[in-house]
């Protein structure tokens, strides 16, 4: 089971992440429960919905904190079968609540625990990735010499330039290194400095 990819976003922005389950390779899959969480600070839950197909039957989805609980499994009577194909299970649509950095993941250990079932009951016990990390930022714009990414070339950004300066490899900042690349040759060497210097008050549109 897994969600969607990293990308950047602002408060407010809804944010999706799609409950999926992949590589089942010969094993069937005739229903699966779910505990995700997500990080309260950083994200607020709107709501979700479950896909309705491969598994039309459902309880409701409900939130517990910071935990999202899903159900689901075939419907018989709609003609679902157990399958190993991938599918999409749910979708999860949150809003950016604040700047900072969020994975959307599974509660492990979990009693009763995330997991798919096949026809007979039986644990297909899943490898959980999470969805992220997720990024809310004050800015999602790309400006060239922006080191801090809030949107804006100030002077608060000169150390970060110069500390970008020491290589890709180097930088351990959320925001993108390339943004230190203002000559727009795709790396960061010391040509970007006075291109860097002339930027310094544009700001995001
Ligand atoms: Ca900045
Ligand atoms: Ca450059």
Redesign the pocket.
Known sequence: MSGGTSQCFEPNDALVVVLSMCCLGTQTVNAYQAFVEFDPAVMAFDHGTYTASPFGLHIPLSVDGNTIILSAGCDPLAGQQPTSEDADLAVLTFRAAAVGTAVVGFVVPHDPPTQLSDAYGSPVIPTLVPTGPISVQASCCTLKGDMNCDGAVTFADIDLFVEALNGESAWTHACPWLN??????????F??ID?FVAVIGTTCP
């Open positions: 230190a690349d203002c000559s727009g040759d795709s790396n960061v060497t040509a970007d291109p």
